[in-house]
């Protein structure tokens, strides 16, 4: 409650959320808001102009662009977001296994984690692709098996500062089970860290998604997807602009409240920086009162 109390006051935070939940639920019921079918073809409609059945116009193939729009979303986010999950998951276990129990089993993980980390951040999906054959479900697979490496270690660090605080300490000497103090003691405080880590990775993952897109080596037609749509809009980015405009707009607006979400839950989970962030605001206001004579 108290960390959904310190994001509201934030209008950006507020903002960035509600399109992030309204992004959500509508690419969950994507048939309930797409007023036509993704894949329909009208080739006598082909890059019609916006009107009231087609608000956003049609592509070169006569498909409504608002439907495949919203089709894309599951793609583009939702897909991303179970993909994260899984990485997120993977990491957390591995992560608290190697900060909290150390020794042997800490030095394999994290040279497994260093071997992970040393491939270059497109290395891995390309190598995935280029064996196992373009598409989603393949980016994804090899994004869970690169990122999961630099979660792990992130999780580390933060399990090993909190696991010589005091009260852990005193409660491995009570005779505690490691996994009930890890329950009670060390999962939430480092919380924070994995929220903020994982909220900060999903904007390049979107971006990763839909380059790869872009690129062809995503998801495949007839199915949509926002960088497949900038793909092949980009024969006619000249002459009709506005077909690039919408996909281009939406990785855009759903990136930056990513961001700007991820920015404000960081600030709401460390009460130092919620506090300095004010001293600030109170000291800019003090220097932008008017001088009284």
Known sequence: MRILKNLMRDKVATLSLSVIVITIVVGLFAPVFAPHPPNEVHMELRYASPSWEYLLGND????????????????????????????????????????????????????????????????????????????????????????????????????????????????????????????????????????????????????????FSFLGLGIQAPHAEWGMMLNEARNVMFSRPELMLAPGLAIIIVVAAFNFLSDALQVALDPKLLTSKQYRREREGIHNEPVRS
């Not at 497109?122 to 490496?149: D, H, Q, R, S, T």
């Not at 660090?157 to 009930?180: E, N, P, R, W």
Request: charged share 10%; glycine share 8%; hydrophobic share 55%.
């Open 60 to 211: 070169h193939l006569g498909r409504c662009i608002l439907s495949r729009l919203i089709y894309g979303i599951r793609p583009s986010v939702l897909s991303v977001l179970v993909a994260l999950f899984l990485t997120v998951l993977i990491g957390l276990v591995l992560g608290f296994i190697a900060g909290y129990f150390r020794g042997k089993v800490d030095a394999v993980i994290m040279r497994i984690c260093d071997i992970m980390l040393s491939f270059p951040g497109y290395v891995m999906p390309l190598a995935f692709i280029g064996i196992f054959g373009v598409g989603l479900e393949n980016i994804l697979i090899a994004f869970i098996l690169m990122k999961w490496a630099w979660f792990a270690r992130a999780i580390r660090t933060s399990v090993m500062q909190y696991s010589q605080v005091d009260y852990v300490k005193f409660a491995k000497a009570s005779g505690i089970h490691d996994l009930k103090i890890i329950y009670k003691h060390i999962v939430p405080v480092t919380f924070a860290d994995v929220a903020v880590i994982s909220s900060g990775s999903i904007s390049s993952m979107i971006l990763q998604i839909s380059g």
